[in-house]
């Protein structure tokens, strides 16, 4: 689905600054690892701090994707889940939300083009992204990286991670850079994080275009 960007239509709405800061957040930390990522490869080293760093901030980003939907749908999340602001584990998060509203994952968007004057279309990103199942998937491996392994286990010590450090902070970024995310309502956000500056939420409106 593509979208048109409604002029002069901010978000002004107390959730979507708490969304545009949360997005912010995101940047900072996703900044945070890939300086960590460099420092290894500049020292040649992989040292115990950075590493655990690197997957401290992509854990801690995965549940800012997922709390940053929760904000999203608040309203009706709420009338379905009273205890949903003390929820931690990720995966029932998501499971929650997806019975709220099967729409509440971000969807990466490419950059808005004109198409008439003073509106704008986006439409779906080619850019490296990540799923749904895969942001759990990245928060629970962080997760048995992050955690003290028990010395008397016999399980291998070697963790399978998926993609690449590198792939995995490429596809976090490519999903959040331009993304859409819709409310319990049908109403859209158009998303804009920039890698410095202030973050752009817009209204939105399906384009049958």
């Known amino acids: 689905m593509s979208t048109i960007i409604l002029s002069s239509a901010p978000a002004n709405t107390q959730d979507a600054k708490r ?13 945070v690892a890939r300086t ?15 590493t655990e760093a690197i997957f401290l901030q ?3 980003v995965c549940e800012l994707i ?37 729409d ?3 969807v990466p968007m490419s950059a808005p083009y004109e198409v008439a004057p003073g509106h704008k279309q986006v439409g779906p990103s080619l850019a490296l992204s ?21 010395p008397f286990s016999t399980a291998d010590a070697t963790h399978q991670i998926g993609y690449t450090v590198d792939e995995w902070l490429a596809r976090l970024e490519g999903l959040l850079r331009w993304h859409r995310i819709q ?9 804009n994080v920039p890698e410095s500056g202030n973050v752009h939420v817009t209204t939105a409106v399906p384009s049958n275009t």
Not at 69 to 83: D, F, G, P, R, V
Not at 130 to 149: A, F, K, M, P, Q
Not at 183 to 191: D, P, Q, R
Request: glycine fraction near 6%; aromatic fraction near 10%; proline fraction near 2%.
């Open 19 to 31: 969304y545009a800061n949360g997005m912010a957040e995101i940047r900072q930390r996703l900044g």
């Open 58 to 60: 992509m854990r801690k």
């Open 130 to 150: 990540i799923t749904e199942g895969e942001l759990v998937d990245l928060y629970n491996i962080c997760g048995r990286i992050l955690h003290s392994r028990n």
């Open 36 to 50: 960590a990522v460099a420092r290894i490869r500049e020292t040649q080293n992989q040292d115990l701090v950075s």
């Open 104 to 106: 509440f994952f971000p």
């Open 66 to 102: 997922a709390f940053g939907s929760l904000i999203a749908n608040k309203e009706l999340y709420s009338q379905h889940y009273e205890t949903f602001a003390e929820d931690w584990r990720l995966g029932r998060v998501v499971d929650k939300l997806r019975k709220v509203n099967p």
């Open 183 to 191: 409310l319990v309502n049908g109403a859209l956000w158009l998303v």
